[in-house]
């Protein structure tokens, strides 16, 4: 696996309670993401970041939050978890070639949250 | 509503058959990706193909892209028991940073 790390890797919590989400990289690229994944939906983008403190939303972002302080780390809060946030959460990074074309995205080992 | 969408949902073959994913998509894109995912893990990047491109091989993967129909195809050859897993296309847009994953199709290889 590139070294992308995610902490916790599993979580259950209560529904109203904040939830926060770390990955980690070690392969100093630009961008990273966060995904979730549910069955029949594949994989929905809720943030990604550009560069440090560069966020912009997804298309399910509602009900969540980001921030990126360092290149090497991106935190996903679930600011009141609802139990529709119940899912498998990814994140991702990826580099740009510079040349317009986007290169492929290395994943993290994902984050299973259960929220009761 | 994503940008890529798979057909057939599931697909169960035979080893050592071939097995054909289709992926649709809606806009205009900078290029196609595919990825594999093992139960339980995260996603694999196996190939991608820029909207300039019509065909690429990588060993046992051929895909094609057809920008006028907005399709794609992965094509594995002579699959194996190890193939089993769920195959996703994904799109980046012109311009875009986002890549848009669709639903994925279920491949299930038997030995």
């Known amino acids: 696996d590139a070294g992308i790390t995610q902490s916790p890797r599993h979580k259950v919590t209560e529904t109203g309670t904040p939830v926060t989400l770390r990955c980690h990289q070690t392969?100093?690229?630009?961008?990273m993401y966060w995904y979730r994944q549910d069955p029949g939906h594949g994989l929905r983008l809720i943030h990604y970041?550009?560069?440090?403190?560069?966020?912009d939303k997804g298309e399910v972002s509602d009900g969540y939050s980001v921030s990126r302080s360092k290149t090497e780390d991106f935190l996903l809060t679930l600011e009141s978890a609802t139990s529709s946030q119940t899912s498998v959460y990814f994140c991702?990074?990826?580099?740009?070639?510079?040349?317009?074309?986007?290169?492929?995205?290395?994943f993290g080992p994902g984050t299973r949250l259960t929220v009761l | 509503s994503q940008q890529g969408e798979e057909d057939p949902q599931a697909l169960s073959i035979q080893e050592g058959e071939n097995a054909t994913m289709n992926c649709s998509y809606k806009?205009?894109?900078?290029?196609l990706q595919w990825y594999r995912q093992n139960s339980g893990r995260g996603l694999v990047h196996l190939i991608l193909?820029?909207?300039?491109?019509r065909e690429k091989h990588s060993g046992r993967l051929r895909v094609t892209l057809d920008t006028s129909k907005k399709s794609s195809s992965l094509l594995i050859t002579a699959s194996r028991a190890a193939d089993t897993a769920s195959y996703f296309c994904?799109?980046?847009?012109?311009?875009?940073?986002?890549?848009?994953f669709g639903a994925g199709t279920r491949l299930f290889v038997k030995a």
């Open positions: 991702a990074i990826s580099a740009s070639t510079g040349e317009g074309f986007y290169n492929e995205q290395f």
């Open positions: 392969e100093n690229h630009r961008y």
């Open positions: 970041s550009y560069g440090v403190k560069d966020t």
């Open positions: 806009t205009s894109i900078n290029n």
């Open positions: 193909i820029r909207s300039n491109e």
């Open positions: 994904a799109t980046v847009n012109t311009g875009g940073f986002k890549t848009i």
